[in-house]
């Protein structure tokens, strides 16, 4: 089995036939590697873009390739044929996060035609990475940058371009050659032939509105006193605002008075529930963002 790190670049293009913006991939880097992530092959193009005879500023200045650098490119269907060509057999697909699938998706909607990247087992190396940094004892609440990734793991860049396909594949690399973990690298691979993978892809997780929605179980509305320990009494109805149910509590035993809020987030695989209890700063009979002070948070 080998491994391939794929990294695009893609700038954003109004499509007059569509009607719409499409973030077109002007630059796909690749490098493959071997079972012991030795460096095999790379694989690096520029791609002329079908819908725009210029690229933003931004772009540029990201990336560094130029309206002439792209203008001199090849097109997105020779480029992919020759990447699907290149990838071979028996191989994971390796992204710094899953937002290259978003626009390899998009991409094959409004400029391929029907041709289709090859990718048949996929991995997400951000994921995998920040496992690996929590295991040695960092805090990760948000999502890292490969370059954030790299100074914690103490990989210096300096003889990366960054921001460049090729670059970033190679810097990829060079993370996961470093920090292997074979058990959780390997509960990570995902076969993309299981109808579950793409919907689960696309799934967008929202949040539920309505308080008797049957997901709900009625258990999380029971809250507690901070001061005794006694059950709450809601007092009004739950309202909702900001994707939050808030409603005012009373403690029967000690007299105590809260808000309650509550939030329900459905993901693709199961419900999140986050649950804040928190004093009233002044008296009131309505729940307002100002009129209350944090007590506990739950999740």
């Known amino acids: 089995m080998n491994y391939v790190i794929l990294d695009m670049e893609w700038d954003s293009a ?8 499409v973030n077109q991939i002007l630059q796909i880097g690749a490098v493959k590697l071997d079972e012991k992530f030795n460096l095999i092959d790379i694989f690096d ?40 060509n290149w990838l071979g057999s028996d191989t994971v697909t390796i992204t710094w996060s899953n937002s290259d699938l978003y626009t390899i998706a998009e991409n094959e909607k409004y400029l391929l035609d029907g041709q289709r990247f090859k990718i048949d087992k996929y991995l997400d190396l951000q994921v995998f990475i920040q496992g690996e940094l929590r295991l040695l ?13 790299a100074e914690l793991l103490g990989i210096t860049t300096d003889n990366y371009d ?25 509960k990570l691979i995902r076969d993309t ?34 001061k005794c320990e ?35 987030r459905q993901t693709y695989d199961k419900l999140v529930v986050r649950r804040r209890i928190m004093e009233p700063k002044v008296k009131t009979q309505e729940v307002g963002d100002d009129a209350v002070q944090p007590v506990s948070a739950t999740v």
């Open 137 to 149: 004892g960092h805090e990760i609440k948000s999502q890292i940058s490969l370059g954030g990734a």
């Open 193 to 226: 032939a299981d109808p579950d993978f793409y919907k689960q892809l696309y799934f967008k997780p929202y949040y539920i509105s309505s308080i008797n929605d049957d997901r709900i179980q009625k258990e999380t509305h029971v809250f507690h006193c901070e």
């Open 162 to 186: 960054l921001h460049t396909a090729k670059d970033d594949s190679l810097l990829c690399a060079a993370l996961l050659k470093k920090h292997y973990n074979e058990a959780a690298f390997g």
């Open 230 to 264: 006694g059950k709450l009494r809601r007092n009004n109805k739950w309202k909702y605002h900001n994707n939050w149910f808030s409603a005012n509590f009373i403690c029967p035993d000690c007299g105590k008075k809260y808000v309650c809020r509550v939030s329900y």
């Open 45 to 84: 193009v520029t791609i002329k873009s079908p819908i725009s005879k210029r690229v933003s500023r931004r772009f540029t200045e990201l990336t560094g390739i130029t309206k002439e650098m792209m203008l001199d490119g090849i097109s997105l269907s020779d480029a992919v044929e020759k990447y699907n």
């Open 14 to 21: 109004y499509h007059k036939l569509h009607k719409r913006f």
